[in-house]
């Protein structure tokens, strides 16, 4: 069951650490093609914005990298599980607001992540 856990959380951390460089270095040219129902122009507005947006993403990935250097196996699942909660929440948020997308990307995989460590703690 660890090893899964382990690799939920790595998808988690690897697709925010995309999410990251997405919306830091790519918002003008990857944006319009992924959010296609946004106008064109929002773009270079909103890249500010986006940035901003993107270094949060980076937090994520960082506490959930976080949690594998961390030895003692309750205090690694309490903070995996803090940092899944974030990323389900985020992702929630985001499917209400921008595409539901986000919910299958960014939702799904993080409470399968707390799925796992709740399974494997009972």
Same mark, same amino acid.
């Given at each position: 069951?660890?090893?899964?856990?382990?690799?939920?959380?790595?998808?988690?951390?690897?697709?925010?650490?995309?999410?990251? %460089?997405? &919306?830091?270095?790519? %918002? &003008?040219?990857?944006? @319009?093609?992924?959010?296609?129902?946004? &106008?064109?122009?929002?773009? @270079?507005? /909103?890249? /500010?914005?986006?940035?901003?947006?993107?270094?949060?993403?980076?937090?994520? =990935?960082?506490?959930?990298? %976080?949690?594998?250097?961390?030895?003692? @196996?309750? %205090?690694?699942?309490?903070?995996?599980?803090?940092?899944?909660?974030?990323? =389900?929440?985020?992702?929630?948020?985001?499917?209400? /607001?921008?595409?539901?997308?986000?919910?299958?990307?960014?939702?799904? @995989?993080?409470?399968?992540?707390?799925?796992?460590?709740? =399974?494997? /703690?009972?």
């Amino acid at each position: 069951m660890t090893i899964a856990i382990n690799i939920v959380i790595g998808l988690v951390a690897f697709i925010h650490i995309y999410i990251l %460089w997405f &919306e830091m270095f790519a %918002w &003008e040219s990857r944006g @319009p093609k992924i959010f296609r129902s946004f &106008e064109k122009d929002l773009f @270079p507005k /909103t890249k /500010t914005m986006a940035a901003n947006q993107g270094l949060y993403n980076g937090f994520l =990935a960082a506490g959930l990298i %976080w949690s594998f250097l961390i030895a003692d @196996p309750v %205090w690694k699942y309490n903070v995996a599980l803090f940092f899944l909660g974030c990323v =389900a929440v985020a992702g929630i948020y985001g499917a209400m /607001t921008a595409s539901k997308k986000i919910l299958y990307v960014q939702t799904v @995989p993080a409470l399968i992540g707390i799925a796992l460590i709740v =399974a494997s /703690t009972y």
